[in-house]
């Protein structure tokens, strides 16, 4: 099953060099999200969606 809507927090980390917007469940990642956006800086270009709990060993909810 997967993580019910209450359960997740969200936080603003930078992962990878990128800002983005991280959701824990617990003090677990649960899912990373990053925007590209147009060279104006106006229109969201790319979504990227990260969600496999292998790749996000390194996210740490509290920031160094």
């Not at 359960?7 to 990053?34: C, K, M, T």
């Not at 060279?39 to 160094?64: C, I, M, W, Y």
């Amino acid at each position: 099953g997967g993580a019910r809507a209450g359960s997740l927090e969200l936080r603003h980390r930078r992962v990878n060099g990128d800002d983005a917007a991280v959701l824990f469940q617990g003090d677990a990642p649960y899912a990373v999200i990053v925007l590209d956006l147009t060279p104006e800086g106006d229109r969201v270009s790319n979504l990227f969606v990260v969600s496999n709990p292998d790749k996000l060993t390194h996210v740490q909810k509290e920031e160094a």
